[in-house]
Protein backbone atom coordinates (compact mmCIF):
# COMPACT_ATOMS: atom_id res chain seq x y z
CA UNK A 1 0.00 0.00 0.00
CA UNK A 2 0.88 3.54 -0.71
CA UNK A 3 0.64 4.53 2.89
CA UNK A 4 3.09 3.67 5.44
CA UNK A 5 1.73 3.16 9.23
CA UNK A 6 4.43 5.90 9.73
CA UNK A 7 2.99 8.22 7.28
CA UNK A 8 -0.69 7.59 9.15
CA UNK A 9 0.60 8.04 12.83
CA UNK A 10 1.89 11.43 11.74
CA UNK A 11 -1.34 12.87 9.26
CA UNK A 12 -3.16 11.92 12.55
CA UNK A 13 -1.26 13.49 15.17
CA UNK A 14 -1.06 16.72 12.64
CA UNK A 15 -4.64 16.53 11.79
CA UNK A 16 -5.57 17.11 15.48
CA UNK A 17 -3.40 20.17 15.93
CA UNK A 18 -4.89 21.57 13.23
CA UNK A 19 -8.45 20.71 14.22
CA UNK A 20 -7.56 22.15 17.69
CA UNK A 21 -7.08 25.66 16.56
CA UNK A 22 -10.23 25.38 15.10
CA UNK A 23 -12.67 26.25 17.78
CA UNK A 24 -16.18 23.49 16.85
CA UNK A 25 -18.27 24.41 19.63
CA UNK A 26 -21.63 22.03 19.81
CA UNK A 27 -24.12 23.46 16.79
CA UNK A 28 -21.29 25.44 16.08
CA UNK A 29 -18.86 22.98 13.92
CA UNK A 30 -18.76 24.27 10.38
CA UNK A 31 -15.55 25.94 10.60
CA UNK A 32 -14.05 22.66 11.52
CA UNK A 33 -16.36 20.57 9.34
CA UNK A 34 -14.94 22.60 5.88
CA UNK A 35 -11.48 22.11 7.18
CA UNK A 36 -11.73 18.84 7.23
CA UNK A 37 -13.69 17.93 3.93
CA UNK A 38 -10.72 19.98 2.44
CA UNK A 39 -8.10 18.20 3.63
CA UNK A 40 -9.88 14.85 2.82
CA UNK A 41 -10.21 15.83 -0.43
CA UNK A 42 -6.48 16.99 -0.63
CA UNK A 43 -6.05 12.93 0.13
CA UNK A 44 -8.06 12.06 -2.80
CA UNK A 45 -11.05 11.13 -0.86
CA UNK A 46 -14.56 11.63 -1.22
CA UNK A 47 -16.37 13.03 1.23
CA UNK A 48 -20.33 13.50 1.81
CA UNK A 49 -21.47 16.40 4.27
CA UNK A 50 -24.57 16.77 5.75
CA UNK A 51 -24.69 19.96 7.71
CA UNK A 52 -21.93 19.54 9.91
CA UNK A 53 -21.32 15.79 9.59
CA UNK A 54 -18.72 14.09 6.80
CA UNK A 55 -18.32 10.58 5.78
CA UNK A 56 -16.49 8.44 3.73
CA UNK A 57 -17.33 5.01 2.53
CA UNK A 58 -14.28 2.67 1.53
CA UNK A 59 -13.60 3.02 -2.17
CA UNK A 60 -13.93 -0.79 -3.04
CA UNK A 61 -17.36 -0.99 -1.79
CA UNK A 62 -19.28 -3.87 -2.24
CA UNK A 63 -22.92 -4.74 -1.98
CA UNK A 64 -24.39 -6.74 -0.03
CA UNK A 65 -20.96 -7.12 2.57
CA UNK A 66 -21.45 -6.64 6.13
CA UNK A 67 -21.03 -2.86 7.28
CA UNK A 68 -18.64 -1.44 9.57
CA UNK A 69 -19.19 2.22 10.92
CA UNK A 70 -16.61 4.56 12.60
CA UNK A 71 -17.92 7.22 14.19
CA UNK A 72 -16.78 9.92 16.45
CA UNK A 73 -17.87 13.62 17.00
CA UNK A 74 -16.31 16.87 16.00
CA UNK A 75 -17.81 19.17 18.16
CA UNK A 76 -16.55 20.35 21.55
CA UNK A 77 -18.06 21.66 24.96
CA UNK A 78 -17.16 24.96 25.92
CA UNK A 79 -13.97 25.59 27.89
CA UNK A 80 -13.79 25.45 31.62
CA UNK A 81 -12.27 27.90 34.05
CA UNK A 82 -8.85 27.35 34.11
CA UNK A 83 -6.60 26.44 31.49
CA UNK A 84 -3.26 27.57 31.16
CA UNK A 85 -3.15 28.62 27.68
CA UNK A 86 -5.48 29.42 25.22
CA UNK A 87 -7.70 26.25 24.57
CA UNK A 88 -7.91 26.62 21.01
CA UNK A 89 -4.23 26.67 20.53
CA UNK A 90 -2.44 23.64 20.16
CA UNK A 91 0.39 23.13 22.31
CA UNK A 92 2.64 20.32 22.08
CA UNK A 93 5.31 19.37 24.38
CA UNK A 94 7.35 15.80 24.79
CA UNK A 95 4.77 13.77 22.75
CA UNK A 96 2.03 15.85 24.82
CA UNK A 97 -1.02 17.37 22.66
CA UNK A 98 -2.95 20.11 24.91
CA UNK A 99 -6.05 21.52 23.67
CA UNK A 100 -9.78 21.53 23.80
CA UNK A 101 -11.24 18.55 22.14
CA UNK A 102 -7.97 16.49 21.96
CA UNK A 103 -8.99 14.01 24.35
CA UNK A 104 -12.80 14.32 23.68
CA UNK A 105 -13.14 13.51 20.98
CA UNK A 106 -10.32 14.64 18.39
CA UNK A 107 -7.95 11.53 18.88
CA UNK A 108 -10.78 8.94 18.19
CA UNK A 109 -11.86 11.11 15.41
CA UNK A 110 -8.23 11.18 14.13
CA UNK A 111 -7.32 7.45 14.86
CA UNK A 112 -10.36 6.22 12.91
CA UNK A 113 -9.84 8.08 9.96
CA UNK A 114 -5.96 6.70 9.66
CA UNK A 115 -7.61 3.27 10.12
CA UNK A 116 -10.18 4.21 7.74
CA UNK A 117 -7.23 5.06 5.13
CA UNK A 118 -5.55 2.06 5.81
CA UNK A 119 -7.86 -0.41 4.86
CA UNK A 120 -9.31 2.15 1.85
CA UNK A 121 -6.10 1.13 0.33
CA UNK A 122 -6.50 -2.53 0.63
CA UNK A 123 -7.83 -4.55 -2.75
CA UNK A 124 -10.96 -5.94 -0.83
CA UNK A 125 -12.60 -6.22 2.62
CA UNK A 126 -14.67 -8.88 4.47
CA UNK A 127 -17.26 -5.88 5.05
CA UNK A 128 -17.82 -2.52 3.34
CA UNK A 129 -16.38 0.56 5.75
CA UNK A 130 -17.73 3.96 6.81
CA UNK A 131 -15.64 6.95 8.43
CA UNK A 132 -17.83 9.47 9.59
CA UNK A 133 -17.11 12.29 11.96
CA UNK A 134 -20.29 14.24 13.27
CA UNK A 135 -21.67 17.18 15.29
CA UNK A 136 -23.45 18.02 18.23
CA UNK A 137 -22.64 14.55 20.67
CA UNK A 138 -21.87 16.70 23.45
CA UNK A 139 -25.58 18.07 23.77
CA UNK A 140 -26.80 15.17 22.37
CA UNK A 141 -28.45 16.84 19.36
CA UNK A 142 -30.64 15.99 16.82
CA UNK A 143 -28.25 18.11 13.54
CA UNK A 144 -25.47 15.21 14.46
CA UNK A 145 -25.46 11.45 13.71
CA UNK A 146 -28.63 11.00 13.99
CA UNK A 147 -29.35 13.04 11.22
CA UNK A 148 -27.26 11.01 8.73
CA UNK A 149 -28.71 7.74 9.38
CA UNK A 150 -30.99 7.37 6.21
CA UNK A 151 -27.88 7.96 3.99
CA UNK A 152 -25.45 5.35 5.96
CA UNK A 153 -27.44 2.68 5.24
CA UNK A 154 -27.99 -0.20 7.84
CA UNK A 155 -25.11 -0.68 9.69
CA UNK A 156 -24.01 -4.13 10.83
CA UNK A 157 -21.40 -2.89 13.87
CA UNK A 158 -20.42 0.05 15.24
CA UNK A 159 -17.27 1.39 16.57
CA UNK A 160 -18.12 4.81 18.36
CA UNK A 161 -14.97 6.89 19.25
CA UNK A 162 -15.02 7.94 22.79
CA UNK A 163 -11.68 7.84 25.07
CA UNK A 164 -11.62 4.67 26.87
CA UNK A 165 -7.70 3.80 26.23
CA UNK A 166 -8.52 1.76 23.89
CA UNK A 167 -10.76 -0.86 26.41
CA UNK A 168 -14.02 -2.17 25.23
CA UNK A 169 -17.21 -0.56 26.79
CA UNK A 170 -19.44 -3.48 25.90
CA UNK A 171 -22.56 -1.13 27.25
CA UNK A 172 -23.18 2.36 28.21
CA UNK A 173 -25.79 3.68 30.14
CA UNK A 174 -29.23 5.74 28.71
CA UNK A 175 -30.12 8.46 29.95
CA UNK A 176 -33.58 9.95 30.59
CA UNK A 177 -34.31 13.45 31.80
CA UNK A 178 -37.77 13.50 33.68
CA UNK A 179 -39.14 17.12 34.73
CA UNK A 180 -41.71 16.97 37.80
CA UNK A 181 -43.89 19.51 39.62
CA UNK A 182 -45.41 19.31 43.06
CA UNK A 183 -48.64 21.26 43.48
CA UNK A 184 -49.93 22.67 46.45
CA UNK A 185 -52.12 25.60 47.23
CA UNK A 186 -51.05 28.84 48.08
CA UNK A 187 -51.22 30.79 51.85
CA UNK A 188 -50.01 33.09 54.06
CA UNK A 189 -46.97 31.38 55.89
CA UNK A 190 -48.04 32.87 59.58
CA UNK A 191 -50.98 31.12 59.34
CA UNK A 192 -51.93 27.63 58.79
CA UNK A 193 -52.88 27.66 55.35
CA UNK A 194 -52.31 26.36 51.75
CA UNK A 195 -50.55 23.05 51.10
CA UNK A 196 -46.83 23.43 50.88
CA UNK A 197 -45.78 22.48 47.62
CA UNK A 198 -42.14 21.70 48.89
CA UNK A 199 -43.28 19.38 51.35
CA UNK A 200 -45.10 17.58 48.60
CA UNK A 201 -42.07 17.34 46.63
CA UNK A 202 -39.70 16.19 49.38
CA UNK A 203 -42.36 13.34 50.29
CA UNK A 204 -41.56 12.20 46.60
CA UNK A 205 -37.94 13.22 46.12
CA UNK A 206 -37.65 10.88 49.42
CA UNK A 207 -39.65 8.14 47.85
CA UNK A 208 -37.40 8.13 45.04
CA UNK A 209 -34.00 7.92 47.37
CA UNK A 210 -35.71 4.61 49.07
CA UNK A 211 -37.16 3.29 45.49
CA UNK A 212 -34.92 0.56 43.58
CA UNK A 213 -35.30 -1.53 39.87
CA UNK A 214 -35.36 -4.42 40.86
CA UNK A 215 -33.60 -5.52 37.82
CA UNK A 216 -29.62 -5.26 37.97
CA UNK A 217 -27.35 -5.20 34.76
CA UNK A 218 -24.36 -7.45 35.36
CA UNK A 219 -22.46 -4.68 33.43
CA UNK A 220 -23.81 -1.84 34.22
CA UNK A 221 -25.22 -2.37 37.34
CA UNK A 222 -28.73 -0.73 38.58
CA UNK A 223 -30.49 2.13 37.21
CA UNK A 224 -29.43 5.31 38.62
CA UNK A 225 -32.16 8.03 40.12
CA UNK A 226 -30.68 11.56 41.07
CA UNK A 227 -32.45 14.91 41.88
CA UNK A 228 -30.48 17.18 40.42
CA UNK A 229 -32.28 20.60 40.42
CA UNK A 230 -35.15 22.33 42.75
CA UNK A 231 -37.14 25.41 42.63
CA UNK A 232 -39.89 26.78 44.64
CA UNK A 233 -41.10 29.77 46.27
CA UNK A 234 -41.17 33.69 45.19
CA UNK A 235 -41.15 35.80 48.97
CA UNK A 236 -40.29 34.11 52.77
CA UNK A 237 -44.02 34.79 53.47
CA UNK A 238 -46.22 32.91 51.48
CA UNK A 239 -46.49 29.29 51.24
CA UNK A 240 -45.51 27.75 47.80
CA UNK A 241 -48.13 25.89 45.47
CA UNK A 242 -45.29 24.95 43.14
CA UNK A 243 -42.40 23.04 43.37
CA UNK A 244 -40.22 21.83 40.67
CA UNK A 245 -37.51 19.43 39.95
CA UNK A 246 -35.11 17.83 38.09
CA UNK A 247 -34.62 13.87 38.24
CA UNK A 248 -31.65 12.75 36.02
CA UNK A 249 -31.77 8.64 35.15
CA UNK A 250 -29.25 6.45 34.27
CA UNK A 251 -30.96 3.40 32.31
CA UNK A 252 -29.54 -0.19 31.99
CA UNK A 253 -30.32 -2.41 29.20
CA UNK A 254 -33.24 -4.52 31.44
CA UNK A 255 -35.38 -1.33 30.68
CA UNK A 256 -36.43 0.71 28.04
CA UNK A 257 -37.04 4.58 28.93
CA UNK A 258 -40.26 4.69 28.46
CA UNK A 259 -40.27 1.73 30.78
CA UNK A 260 -38.55 3.90 33.35
CA UNK A 261 -40.62 6.65 33.30
CA UNK A 262 -43.68 5.32 33.60
CA UNK A 263 -42.30 3.34 36.22
CA UNK A 264 -41.81 6.51 38.10
CA UNK A 265 -45.13 8.24 37.27
CA UNK A 266 -46.56 5.48 38.98
CA UNK A 267 -44.10 6.20 41.81
CA UNK A 268 -45.29 9.53 42.25
CA UNK A 269 -47.67 12.28 43.30
CA UNK A 270 -46.00 15.00 41.36
CA UNK A 271 -46.43 15.72 37.41
CA UNK A 272 -43.79 14.42 35.62
CA UNK A 273 -42.91 14.60 32.10
CA UNK A 274 -39.77 13.12 29.91
CA UNK A 275 -38.27 15.72 27.74
CA UNK A 276 -37.20 12.62 25.91
CA UNK A 277 -37.02 9.01 25.51
CA UNK A 278 -34.02 8.73 22.57
CA UNK A 279 -31.26 8.14 24.79
CA UNK A 280 -31.36 4.71 25.53
CA UNK A 281 -29.35 2.63 26.84
CA UNK A 282 -26.82 0.72 24.43
CA UNK A 283 -24.38 -2.55 24.02
CA UNK A 284 -22.87 -5.41 22.17
CA UNK A 285 -22.71 -9.31 23.11
CA UNK A 286 -19.84 -10.49 24.87
CA UNK A 287 -19.73 -13.26 22.09
CA UNK A 288 -19.26 -10.91 19.40
CA UNK A 289 -16.45 -10.96 16.81
CA UNK A 290 -15.09 -7.83 17.93
CA UNK A 291 -15.29 -8.52 21.65
CA UNK A 292 -14.11 -11.89 21.30
CA UNK A 293 -11.00 -10.56 19.63
CA UNK A 294 -10.59 -7.28 21.64
CA UNK A 295 -10.07 -9.69 24.69
CA UNK A 296 -7.64 -11.68 22.84
CA UNK A 297 -5.56 -8.77 22.12
CA UNK A 298 -5.74 -8.28 26.03
CA UNK A 299 -8.59 -5.29 25.78
CA UNK A 300 -10.19 -4.77 28.66
CA UNK A 301 -14.31 -4.77 28.69
CA UNK A 302 -16.72 -2.46 30.60
CA UNK A 303 -19.71 -1.05 31.39
CA UNK A 304 -19.22 3.09 30.61
CA UNK A 305 -21.88 5.19 32.68
CA UNK A 306 -21.54 8.13 29.81
CA UNK A 307 -23.51 8.78 27.35
CA UNK A 308 -22.30 8.87 24.12
CA UNK A 309 -23.56 8.93 20.04
CA UNK A 310 -23.90 5.22 20.70
CA UNK A 311 -27.58 6.16 22.56
CA UNK A 312 -28.60 7.46 19.28
CA UNK A 313 -27.53 5.01 16.71
CA UNK A 314 -29.68 1.93 16.50
CA UNK A 315 -27.30 -0.70 15.74
CA UNK A 316 -25.08 -3.08 17.91
CA UNK A 317 -22.49 -0.80 19.08
CA UNK A 318 -19.16 -0.55 20.83
CA UNK A 319 -17.34 2.14 22.48
CA UNK A 320 -13.35 2.28 22.16
CA UNK A 321 -11.15 5.47 21.52
CA UNK A 322 -7.65 6.81 22.66
CA UNK A 323 -7.34 8.63 26.02
CA UNK A 324 -8.56 8.99 29.14
CA UNK A 325 -12.87 9.99 30.14
CA UNK A 326 -11.57 11.81 33.54
CA UNK A 327 -9.32 14.15 31.18
CA UNK A 328 -12.78 14.86 29.17
CA UNK A 329 -14.69 18.42 29.96
CA UNK A 330 -11.28 19.85 32.11
CA UNK A 331 -8.85 22.51 31.91
CA UNK A 332 -4.94 21.74 30.30
CA UNK A 333 -7.57 18.72 28.09
CA UNK A 334 -4.59 16.62 26.63
CA UNK A 335 -3.79 13.50 24.76
CA UNK A 336 -0.28 11.24 24.10
CA UNK A 337 0.79 11.16 20.21
CA UNK A 338 1.65 7.56 21.72
CA UNK A 339 -2.38 7.24 22.50
CA UNK A 340 -2.83 7.86 18.80
CA UNK A 341 -0.50 5.74 17.38
CA UNK A 342 -1.68 3.21 19.93
CA UNK A 343 -5.23 4.05 18.94
CA UNK A 344 -4.51 3.28 15.30
CA UNK A 345 -2.92 0.10 15.48
CA UNK A 346 -5.58 -1.16 17.81
CA UNK A 347 -8.46 -0.16 15.78
CA UNK A 348 -6.79 -1.64 12.75
CA UNK A 349 -6.36 -5.15 14.54
CA UNK A 350 -9.80 -5.08 15.84
CA UNK A 351 -11.16 -4.72 12.30
CA UNK A 352 -8.72 -6.56 10.34
CA UNK A 353 -10.05 -9.67 8.50
CA UNK A 354 -12.49 -9.58 10.96
CA UNK A 355 -15.03 -12.35 10.27
CA UNK A 356 -18.94 -10.75 10.33
CA UNK A 357 -21.69 -12.39 9.23
Known amino acids: MNLSIEKLHSDAFRLLQNMIGIPSLSRDEDAVAMFLENQLKEWNLVPSRKGNN ?4 NRNWQEGKPVVLFNSHIDTVKPANGWSNDPFTPVVQDGKLTGLGSNDAG ?3 VAQLAAFRYFNELPELPFNLIWSATAEEEISGTNGVASILNELGPIDLGLVGEPTGMNLAIAEKGLLVVDAEAVGKTGHAARNEGENAIYKALDDIQRLLEFQFPEESPVLGPVKLTVTQIEAGHQHNVVPDSCKFVIDVRTNECYSNEDVFDTISNLLE ?11 SSGIPLDHPLVKRGVDMGLQTYGSPTTSDQAV ?12 SARSHTPDEYILEDEIRNGVDIYIRLLENLPLK
Open 107 to 109: ASV
Open 270 to 280: SDVKARSYRLN
Open 313 to 324: IPYTTVKVGPGD
Open 54 to 57: LWLK
